[in-house]
Nanobody, 115 residues
């Protein structure tokens, strides 16, 4: 059974930082691309960052230079370091495991950025 557990969300002032973590289980983590998505209130879900099994990264234009995705294959974790946060970064953030035939989602963690 695949499970993804996110942690690290919370309330932060604009300009601040937060780090989200995701601990998947039930997958071969080292060979699985991982991603972070977010869904702002009243808006569609969007991809934030993705990291391949070889640690090649890709970011949404809106977070480039501010967010960093990383993975630790020894600890089976993927993190999203978010800096210089803006009110428009307020959203529920989801971790995903991007298998070939299916994408698994975590339950989400709320990030709220106050102005």
């Amino acid at each position: 059974q695949v499970q993804l557990v996110e942690s690290g969300g919370g309330l932060v002032q604009a300009g601040g930082s937060l780090k989200l973590s995701c601990a998947p289980s039930g997958i071969r983590f080292s060979t699985t691309p991982m991603s972070w998505y977010r869904q702002p209130p009243g808006k569609q879900r969007e991809m934030v960052a993705t990291i391949s099994s070889g640690s090649i990264t890709k970011y949404a234009d809106s977070v480039k230079g501010r967010f960093t995705i990383s993975r630790d294959n020894a600890k089976n974790t993927v993190e999203l370091q978010m800096s210089n946060l803006r009110p428009e970064d307020t959203a529920v953030y989801y971790c995903t495991a991007d298998l070939l035939l299916r994408q698994y989602w975590g339950q989400g963690t709320q990030v709220t950025v106050s102005s």
